[in-house]
């Protein structure tokens, strides 16, 4: 059954274009900004001058993924992707409190520039810092790549020459393109999309990167709000959706356990358990995330941060969940291929009958743009200051001058945004299955030693090292096992997990029911804290520094 | 040794000890409620509060409200201030390009 799709507009177009043209515009000034200092200071850290708005919304976890995967999830599985992000509403309370003082702190006391500057510092281990650099940018590598197809896809629904290929626009016709995950509009919207946000970012650095960022936010949040008032009264009513929506799919599509194909459950309750771990401690250890609460002005900045973000949050995911619900009355046939264009969708159908509507529709697309845009961004500049500044500057040319290290760092992140480019031609099939490896391992890589590198006196460098390596190595070995699941269980190796979660050909092996970031985390703090008992502590003298009054200090 | 530490760190330190504590709470809660009335349930039984299934509506809507009015507390009446910059060199320079 065919659906067809509202033509996307020239005022979708201009409303991205002028959003286009006010990142190119913020990565201008930030540049004039990043020239009244210390190059690298300024490009990769902002001269640490964070204030409440920038650091509330761009120091967390808005990504590609809350305007894509998240509403894809909701539209294909129900109620149960409620209870799969509900650990949302603790982010801003953990993600600025758990870490946020000590590394804004440490960072200070140990002139750190990134997260391994501040590894190698607190335990004076240049190994520690090469560790962390090397998984930072192998886990962010993947995930940025990812991205890049998400803003590829933006585009291509935003262009009018494509809309108004009317037989692209009908839903089931759109499958072989959406099968192949090709066609030249794909390959247009992903060069615009690259050459915008690798040139803002590269122009200005972290703070382009945290300025678009926050405009970009306030556009997300005015389109959430927006589609919500359209979206709700065309489907009926948010009771009405589900309903409709039980009778189209089944009565586990209201319930915690969500919809699935037989014999496949979205959320057994010990994912849902598991999800706490991965969204709070995910957000709280991602390097992008650490890197941003080290470059805050001061403490009152991240205490009221919590309140900015806690209202942006409330304001967006409900609102989410009540959108894509009602997405199964106004479009209750998009197949499962394109779920994950359910919120563009959504904007043209409906803005169709209003006037100025594709205006209106270019507003709340460029949300999940917007969203696409800024994590690539902060992703690049994570990328580019591991790449200059921890391996380049720290170990190959030490005495780089200024001006030599802002060319490198240039060079860098070109390069980085045409291998993105390249890898996203073809894009690998199982990307997405990367991107949550990554984010995982990453929670489980960092989080231990970030919490013992902020609180633990004890802590040494080589507990350090062994927590990064076992709870990375930890979530890989069981992501692995789920490779071989089925042969392994076959052979009786392995007892075998009911199917659960997102319904990809790929997922990890759920040991008793559970994330692999859960045991990752538990080995990464058995071997962190073993370690370290079993080394030589640390200098008093470092202590003293790292933990003792300011006054103390030279 | 706590009288050789920062006040920083033991004001940080004592507010994530906190949080970690309400985190437990809420995840015992929510998955408490989504575990007795969110699954295998009937769906004759089901009621909406406010559109929402009641499962969702009490387990996730109601914590994530009572959550933003904590965290509004625990930011602005709770949290200490602290001086950040140990060696005295303040932030050089102020990047909001709203206020200059």
Known sequence: MAEHLPEAGWGVSVALVAMIVVSAWLGAVAQRVVERGSFLQGYFLGNRGL??????????????????????????????????????????????TLLGKRFAQLSRRTSALTVPDLFRGRFESPVAG??????????????????????????????????????????????????????????????????????????????ASVWTDLFQSVLMLLGVVILLALALPLAGGLEHATRAAVAQTGPEFALASGYGPAGHTFLPLGLAGSMFFVWIFGGAASPASMVRVMASKDTGTLRRSIVVLGGYNLLIYLPLLAICMAARVILPSVPPSNSDEIIPR??????????????????????PFGAVMSTVSSYLVVIASGLVHDVYQRFLHPSANDRHLRNVTYGVMMAVGIVALVANLNPVQYLQALVVFCTSSGAAAFLVPAVMAAYWRRATAVGAIGAMLTGSGTVLGLSALGWWEKSLAASGWLAPVPPAGQVTSFHPYYLCGVEPVVWGLAMSAVTGVGLSLLTRPPAATTIERLFGPSCREA | MTDTEDPLVR??????????????????????????????????DLTFVCGFPDWVFWGIVVPWVGCFVFSTWFALCYMSDVPLDADGSSAAGNEEPANG
């Open chain 1, 346 to 367: 959504m904007a043209l159908a409906t803005t169709a009958g209003l006037p100025g509507g594709s205006l209106v529709a270019g507003l709340i697309l460029s949300a």
């Open chain 1, 130 to 207: 090469l560790v962390a650099s090397l998984l930072i940018m192998f886990f962010l590598s993947f995930m940025m790549v990812a991205q890049f197809k998400a803003g590829a896809i933006v585009m291509k629904l935003a262009m009018p020459q494509f809309a108004g290929d009317s037989a692209s626009l009908t839903l089931a016709d759109d499958l072989p393109t959406a099968a192949t995950g090709l066609g030249w509009a794909y390959y247009v919207g992903l060069g615009v999309f690259s050459v915008t946000v690798v040139g803002y970012t590269l122009f200005g650095g972290f703070l």
């Open chain 2, 11 to 44: 004001s940080a330190r004592r507010e994530a000890l906190i949080v970690l504590g309400v985190w437990l709470g809420v995840l015992c809660y929510t998955l408490g409620v989504a575990a007795r009335w969110g699954y295998g349930r009937p769906l004759d």
């Open chain 1, 51 to 96: 204030g409440v708005w920038t650091m509330a919304l761009t120091a967390t976890v808005q990504s590609g993924g809350t305007f894509m995967g998240f509403p894809s999830l909701v539209y294909s599985h129900g109620w149960a992707v409620a209870l799969w992000i509900a650990a949302y509403m603790l982010v801003p309370l953990t993600g600025f």
